[in-house]
Nanobody, 130 residues
Framework: QLQLVESGGGLVQPGGSLTLSCAAS????????IGWFRQAPGKEREGVSC????????KYADSVKGRFTISRDNAKNTVYLQMHSLKLEDTAVYYC???????????????????????WGQGTQVTVSS
């Protein structure tokens, strides 16, 4: 079955760390850029980070810049989001999505969840609470 599966979410204290994984099943991520998104109850889905197909470019939302790091390991068919210094406002369901556009996440582009994403994961819950 062709799908993306997020994992690694859970409960963490403020200031703590979590690493999320986005693994592809049934296809390879070599030809896709990957975006991470999150959505809290009552709020719109927002872009968190992205990584280009070649891994030559990464982008971060201002709210997470300096705290989160996106990376990819094509040999493992997986993209990661390392999250440090977590805050209460980071609480959300986190999603990954695959974009086949070769220019995705290159240049000065937004982190909008709108676009030609071929695959979306089901999401993983991240809860930051004391």
């Amino acid at each position: 079955q062709l799908q993306l599966v997020e994992s690694g979410g859970g409960l963490v204290q403020p200031g703590g760390s979590l690493t999320l994984s986005c693994a592809a099943s049934g296809f390879t991520l070599d030809n896709y850029g990957i975006g991470w998104f999150r959505q809290a109850p009552g709020k719109e889905r927002e872009g968190v980070s992205c990584i280009s197909r070649s891994a030559g470019s990464t982008k971060y939302a201002d709210s997470v810049k300096g705290r989160f790091t996106i990376s990819r390991d094509n040999a493992k068919n997986t993209v990661y989001l390392q999250m440090h210094s977590l805050k209460l406002e980071d609480t959300a369901v986190y999603y990954c999505a695959a974009n086949p556009n070769r220019y995705y996440c290159l240049g000065y582009v937004s982190l909008s969840p709108m676009g030609a994403y071929d695959y979306w994961g089901q999401g993983t819950q991240v809860t930051v609470s004391s």
